[in-house]
Every structure is written in structure tokens, then in C-alpha cells.
């Protein structure tokens, strides 16, 4: 690390006031204690992190009076150190891949650790004296969370495919599948895949073969009968898709009377499961009239392939192991989100950045290559390809329609897919864009400016994949609304400028927003939400244009749980 890098962080924190969710600050006047070991380990499973002692916190992060910088740059370097065989564990398991220094901070020695991710198949990293199960850290916010068992468990296995699909269900027969079902699935298979059936003489052989039957039982394996089962859930009662419609922002908004607009239950076999969740969905949305050549169609709010692809993927390469067989898909609908939970994190050693490169990694080998054959119920059409694809189409559904493209948000226990219902350009993003002014417009500076102003921040990578469209294209439409002063440039993070996020008039929005509150009360971003009609994800870039503006005051920083607003 350069001192002009070093600096900079310390600069942040003192801003901040607080760590940060990459950057730890400990005086270590006493030396490396036991509390730094559960940082080390939520950064190595974390994204990584920086460590610095020799500051102290309760002074505005100012050097430590007697710190010992030599004796610290060993105690770490001893923690980093690789270990023999022969020789007892260190503090953390495995070793954390980190590199130490001594660096001046003031002119006084501090140490500086700088923590890498560790590599998915070396996960978890965990307090040696802890034990696995109660010593793995993951970084939250700026504070070190201990993982449950599952969680820890899913980390363990990042890298490892699951068997849980070929487990025989003991408890099943083979008069359990769909006897129709099975035949037009083995009638695909000889018309698609006739070597894999080479020496088949039987139906029965065909499932063997294909892994629908368990050959040493006689009896379906938990992927076929979830593939073909007339009811898998007779076996496996949370194995299926629950799906909620919710009038507010969150589960716990209630509107009026309803916690609830719609709810419902998903059972059967994959395919109908699939099919079923999808018309729920459906039957929940708001539609358009659209013309096209000489008569019109109905057009959802989401587009019904990228619904159907989010869902598919989360049935598909979900955790079937026995810790999260009571776990259900959820398909959670909002005023202005379709969100789908998946149990089990992100499989295969990838993170969030890379799965739009199109590449197949399958958690459940098995009942993602049988979903490549059995067909739907009614028609001809199967659940998935095996081949990546699913994430791009959904990709490019959500933007060609005009919608901000799918988000993606993954833990150690689940995984989650956000689509969102409304486009970038509604009526009062095109309001407020109209606002700033004397500008030469273009349709990509106009869409990354509502991106900014929806999400409050933007990258060149995050307006390259939401708008789908090159890197030098997205740095150039950047740089111009930087070089406009609509927007500045936060080492690589763009933003509006407090000019832009205050506009020239109120918006509708934030005009009921300054009158909710102009009684002299102080409300909640949910409490506003639920008072004004209005969905989260639609005042907060208002509350954040008036509070920067000064019309709105915050009482607590953006990070708080308690922040509320108030004249």
C-alpha cells in the first residue's frame, strides 16, 4: 500500500467517524489482542479488508499514546506466517492470506494488514480457538456477524457439488412419478440424447440411466421426483414455492387492514411449480395496452420471460441438502420489486460481478441436466438449457423493456434475485430530469442519470450492465455529466452534485413528502411509506435530494436503523 493510498482511507474513517465494512481501526496499545481475530476472519471471507492499529478511535482516529509499532509488526507477522505440519494451529484456520507493514500515519509508526478474500475452496477461515462451527466471521456494515451453522456449512461447500439430487427417497415408489411425464421425457431423450440410452431396454433402464431411479434401491431419487413426481411435496412438505404479494416497502408495512394483497402456495413437480408461480405473479401486476402492427397487446410490468427465468434458477440450483429441506423458494412481490429468495448462496466459487458471463456451474448436477428434458405439462417447452443462459436472458428482457437490469444479492444462506417493476424514465424521473436545465440531453445520459438517482450511486460497471451497453460508452456518457457539474466523480463512484440532487422545484413526491412532515413530526422512511402510499424505493432518492438541499433534516447517518426525518 502507498502512503498517499494509506492516507486516504485514514481521511475516510475520520470523516466517517466509524470503521467501514473494508477497514478496521484498532489502537493496539496492549498489542494484537483475541479481538482482532474474528476481523481477519470476516474480511478473509468477506471481500477482503484492511487492518490498521495504532489509532485511536475515541480520539478522532489520532495516533495511539505508546504504541509499539515493532512489537505489533511481529505479533502479525506471525499470524500471517505459513505453518508446517508438525506444527499447532495459529490463531486462524487456515492461515489468512495477508501481507503487514509499518507505515507513518502523523508522523507516527502505525501497522497496517492488508486481508485478502480468501479462494472459494479454502473457505471458511475461522477462529482456531473457536472451533469452526462458532468461530467463521463474515464482515456486515462495519462489524464482524458470527455464522450460523448453515451459513458456515454453505461456505464449506462452495466449491463442492451436491449429491443431495441423487439421494434415493426411501420412503417413495416408482408409482410416485408422472407416468405421461416420464414417457414424453424418454421420448425426448432418444430424439435428443440417443447415446446416453445405448442399451436401454426398458423404461425403467431409461431412468436408471438418467438418474430418475436409483439403481441399487429400485426407488426415485430425490431429483427425479422432484423433476417428474406427481407430488413431491407428499415426501418433502417445504420443498415447493410460496409466494406473498405485499401492499408496502416491506413485510412489516401495513396498509390499512392488509398485511397481505395475495398469498399463495406452489406444489407439484418443478415444471408446474414453475408454471403455476409465474401466473401468480402475473395475476399481481399491472399491464399497459401497447400497439403492435394492426391490433395490441397487454404488456406486464416485468417481462413474463425474465419472471420465469428468476424463478427457474432458483428452484434449480437452490441447496437441497437436509439442512434446508425446510426452507421454501419465496417469491416476495412489492409496490416496486418482484423479489425471489433462494436457500443457499451462490454456488461454484463466484461472486455476484461474475454471473452474467454465461457460464453453467451447477450446485445439483443431476436435477439440472433432467430439467433439460422433462417438458412442461402442456407444452413441448422445458425448464432450463444447463447452459448459462438464464441470467443474460433475463438480462436482456429487463433492458430492452426499459427496466433497470436484475439485482443480485448473495449470502452464505440465500440468494436473491430483485427484479423491478417500474422503468427507468416514469413520469416523475422524467420530471425531475427536466428540472436540472440547460443540458445537451442524450437517452444514455438521461438513463444513468435516473440510475444515480434511483440508487444513489453508480459505477462504470454497474451503467455498463444496467443499460447493456460497452465500457467506453458508459465512461464516456459518465464523464460528460461529470464535466457538466450534474454529477461528480468519488474515486471511480459517481453521484449527484447537492445542485442536482436539489433540482429547481419540489417533485410530486417530494412535495408529499415536506407536507407529511410539516406538522412538526419526525417519521421513518417505512412510516412514510405506509403514510403516504408510496413505495421505499421511491422516497428514499427524494428524502436524499431534500436532505441535501437542507428542506429535510436526517437524525441519524444513512447507515443507522433509527434514522428518521424531520422540517
Same mark, same amino acid.
Given at each position: 500500500?502507498?502512503?498517499?493510498?494509506?492516507?486516504?482511507?485514514?481521511?475516510?474513517?475520520?470523516?466517517?467517524?466509524?470503521?467501514?465494512?473494508?477497514?478496521?481501526?484498532?489502537?493496539?496499545?496492549?498489542?494484537?489482542?483475541?479481538?482482532?481475530?474474528?476481523?481477519?476472519?470476516?474480511?478473509?471471507?468477506?471481500?477482503?479488508?484492511?487492518?490498521?492499529?495504532?489509532?485511536?478511535?475515541?480520539?478522532?482516529?489520532?495516533?495511539?499514546?505508546?504504541?509499539?509499532?515493532?512489537?505489533?509488526?511481529?505479533?502479525?507477522?506471525?499470524?500471517?506466517?505459513?505453518?508446517?505440519?508438525?506444527?499447532?494451529?495459529?490463531?486462524?484456520?487456515?492461515?489468512?492470506?495477508?501481507?503487514?507493514?509499518?507505515?507513518?500515519?502523523?508522523?507516527?509508526?502505525?501497522?497496517?494488514?492488508?486481508?485478502?478474500?480468501?479462494?472459494?475452496?479454502?473457505?471458511?477461515?475461522?477462529?482456531?480457538?473457536?472451533?469452526?462451527?462458532? *468461530?467463521?466471521?463474515?464482515? /456486515?456494515?462495519? =462489524? @464482524?456477524? #458470527?455464522? $450460523?451453522?448453515?451459513? !458456515?456449512?454453505?461456505? &464449506?461447500?462452495?466449491?463442492?457439488?451436491?449429491?443431495?439430487?441423487?439421494?434415493?427417497?426411501?420412503?417413495?415408489?416408482?408409482?410416485?412419478?408422472?407416468?405421461?411425464?416420464?414417457?414424453?421425457?424418454?421420448?425426448?431423450?432418444?430424439?435428443?440424447?440417443?447415446?446416453?440410452?445405448?442399451?436401454?431396454?426398458?423404461?425403467?433402464?431409461?431412468?436408471?440411466?438418467?438418474?430418475?431411479?436409483?439403481?441399487?434401491?429400485?426407488?426415485?431419487?430425490?431429483?427425479?421426483?422432484?423433476?417428474?413426481?406427481?407430488?413431491?411435496?407428499?415426501?418433502?412438505?417445504?420443498?415447493?414455492?410460496?409466494?406473498?404479494?405485499?401492499? *408496502?416497502?416491506?413485510?412489516? /408495512?401495513?396498509? =390499512? @387492514?392488509? #398485511?397481505? $394483497?395475495?398469498?399463495? !402456495?406452489?406444489?407439484? &413437480?418443478?415444471?408446474?411449480?414453475?408454471?403455476?408461480?409465474?401466473?401468480?405473479?402475473?395475476?399481481?401486476?399491472?399491464?399497459?395496452?401497447?400497439?403492435?402492427?394492426?391490433?395490441?397487446?397487454?404488456?406486464?410490468?416485468?417481462?413474463?420471460?425474465?419472471?420465469?427465468?428468476?424463478?427457474?434458477?432458483?428452484?434449480?440450483?437452490?441447496?437441497?441438502?437436509?439442512?434446508?429441506?425446510?426452507?421454501?423458494?419465496?417469491?416476495?412481490?412489492?409496490?416496486?420489486?418482484?423479489?425471489?429468495?433462494?436457500?443457499?448462496?451462490?454456488?461454484?466459487?463466484?461472486?455476484?460481478?461474475?454471473?452474467?458471463?454465461?457460464?453453467?456451474?451447477?450446485?445439483?448436477?443431476?436435477?439440472?441436466?433432467?430439467?433439460?428434458?422433462?417438458?412442461?405439462?402442456?407444452?413441448?417447452?422445458?425448464?432450463?438449457?444447463?447452459?448459462?443462459?438464464?441470467?443474460?436472458?433475463?438480462?436482456?428482457?429487463?433492458?430492452?423493456?426499459?427496466?433497470?437490469?436484475?439485482?443480485?444479492?448473495?449470502t452464505p444462506a440465500s440468494f436473491v434475485t430483485v427484479l423491478d417493476r417500474f422503468g427507468l424514465l416514469n413520469p416523475e424521473t422524467r420530471e425531475w430530469l427536466d428540472?436540472?436545465?440547460?443540458?445537451?440531453?442524450?437517452?444514455?445520459?438521461?438513463?444513468?442519470?435516473?440510475?444515480?438517482?434511483?440508487?444513489?450511486?453508480?459505477?462504470?460497471?454497474?451503467?455498463?450492465?444496467?443499460?447493456?451497453?460497452?465500457?467506453?460508452?458508459?465512461?464516456?456518457?459518465?464523464?460528460?455529466?461529470?464535466?457538466?457539474?450534474?454529477?461528480?466523480?468519488?474515486?471511480?463512484?459517481?453521484?449527484?452534485?447537492?445542485?442536482?440532487?436539489?433540482?429547481?422545484?419540489?417533485?410530486?413526491?417530494?412535495?408529499?413528502?415536506?407536507?407529511?412532515?410539516?406538522?412538526?413530526?419526525?417519521?421513518?422512511?417505512?412510516?412514510?411509506?405506509?403514510?403516504?402510499?408510496?413505495?421505499?424505493?421511491?422516497?428514499?432518492?427524494?428524502?436524499?435530494?431534500?436532505?441535501?438541499?437542507?428542506?429535510?433534516?436526517?437524525?441519524?447517518?444513512?447507515?443507522?436503523?433509527?434514522?428518521?426525518?424531520?422540517?
Amino acid at each position: 500500500m502507498r502512503p498517499a493510498d494509506l492516507q486516504d482511507i485514514v481521511d475516510a474513517v475520520r470523516t466517517a467517524g466509524t470503521d467501514t465494512a473494508t477497514v478496521e481501526v484498532k489502537s493496539g496499545g496492549g498489542g494484537v489482542g483475541k479481538s482482532l481475530w474474528p476481523t481477519i476472519s470476516a474480511f478473509s471471507n468477506t471481500h477482503g479488508g484492511v487492518v490498521i492499529l495504532g489509532l485511536d478511535e475515541a480520539t478522532g482516529f489520532t495516533p495511539a499514546p505508546g504504541f509499539d509499532a515493532r512489537r505489533v509488526l511481529n505479533q502479525m507477522a506471525d499470524v500471517a506466517r505459513p505453518r508446517s505440519g508438525s506444527e499447532p494451529a495459529g490463531p486462524l484456520t487456515p492461515t489468512p492470506a495477508m501481507s503487514v507493514d509499518q507505515m507513518e500515519v502523523d508522523g507516527a509508526s502505525v501497522v497496517v494488514a492488508e486481508v485478502e478474500e480468501l479462494p472459494a475452496a479454502e473457505k471458511p477461515c475461522f477462529v482456531t480457538a473457536q472451533g469452526k462451527e462458532r *468461530g467463521t466471521y463474515m464482515r /456486515v456494515g462495519d =462489524g @464482524d456477524h #458470527r455464522l $450460523d451453522t448453515y451459513s !458456515v456449512f454453505q461456505l &464449506s461447500v462452495l466449491t463442492v457439488p451436491s449429491n443431495a439430487d441423487r439421494e434415493p427417497v426411501m420412503q417413495a415408489r416408482i408409482d410416485d412419478l408422472d407416468s405421461s411425464l416420464i414417457a414424453r421425457t424418454v421420448a425426448r431423450l432418444r430424439a435428443s440424447r440417443p447415446r446416453a440410452l445405448d442399451g436401454t431396454s426398458s423404461e425403467r433402464d431409461v431412468l436408471e440411466r438418467v438418474g430418475v431411479v436409483d439403481r441399487d434401491t429400485g426407488v426415485p431419487t430425490l431429483g427425479g421426483l422432484l423433476a417428474l413426481g406427481r407430488f413431491p411435496q407428499q415426501f418433502f412438505p417445504q420443498l415447493m414455492i410460496s409466494f406473498a404479494s405485499y401492499p *408496502g416497502g416491506s413485510k412489516d /408495512v401495513i396498509v =390499512g @387492514d392488509e #398485511r397481505m $394483497d395475495d398469498r399463495a !402456495v406452489l406444489e407439484g &413437480s418443478i415444471p408446474d411449480m414453475i408454471d403455476d408461480a409465474v401466473s401468480v405473479v402475473m395475476r399481481n401486476l399491472r399491464v399497459r395496452r401497447v400497439s403492435k402492427g394492426a391490433g395490441a397487446q397487454d404488456v406486464p410490468e416485468i417481462p413474463i420471460d425474465a419472471i420465469r427465468e428468476a424463478i427457474a434458477n432458483a428452484v434449480t440450483h437452490r441447496d437441497y441438502s437436509e439442512l434446508a429441506r425446510g426452507d421454501q423458494v419465496r417469491v416476495e412481490l412489492y409496490p416496486d420489486r418482484l423479489e425471489v429468495h433462494s436457500p443457499g448462496g451462490l454456488w461454484g466459487g463466484r461472486d455476484v460481478e461474475s454471473i452474467f458471463d454465461g457460464q453453467s456451474r451447477s450446485r445439483n448436477q443431476l436435477l439440472a441436466r433432467l430439467l433439460t428434458e422433462v417438458p412442461f405439462a402442456d407444452r413441448n417447452e422445458t425448464v432450463g438449457e444447463n447452459a448459462g443462459s438464464g441470467i443474460p436472458r433475463m438480462l436482456g428482457e429487463m433492458t430492452q423493456n426499459g427496466l433497470p437490469a436484475p439485482r443480485f444479492q448473495s449470502t452464505p444462506a440465500s440468494f436473491v434475485t430483485v427484479l423491478d417493476r417500474f422503468g427507468l424514465l416514469n413520469p416523475e424521473t422524467r420530471e425531475w430530469l427536466d428540472s436540472l436545465g440547460g443540458r445537451q440531453r442524450t437517452t444514455i445520459g438521461d438513463n444513468a442519470l435516473a440510475l444515480i438517482h434511483h440508487l444513489g450511486s453508480v459505477t462504470v460497471d454497474d451503467l455498463r450492465r444496467q443499460l447493456a451497453i460497452d465500457t467506453t460508452v458508459a465512461q464516456a456518457a459518465l464523464t460528460d455529466l461529470v464535466s457538466e457539474g450534474i454529477v461528480r466523480n468519488e474515486r471511480g463512484t459517481f453521484e449527484l452534485t447537492p445542485e442536482a440532487e436539489s433540482g429547481t422545484e419540489l417533485t410530486p413526491t417530494q412535495r408529499k413528502i415536506v407536507d407529511a412532515l410539516s406538522h412538526g413530526g419526525t417519521m421513518t422512511v417505512h412510516e412514510l411509506a405506509e403514510s403516504l402510499h408510496t413505495p421505499v424505493s421511491t422516497l428514499r432518492p427524494a428524502l436524499r435530494t431534500l436532505v441535501s438541499a437542507g428542506k429535510v433534516h436526517a437524525t441519524a447517518p444513512p447507515t443507522s436503523k433509527n434514522r428518521a426525518y424531520r422540517i
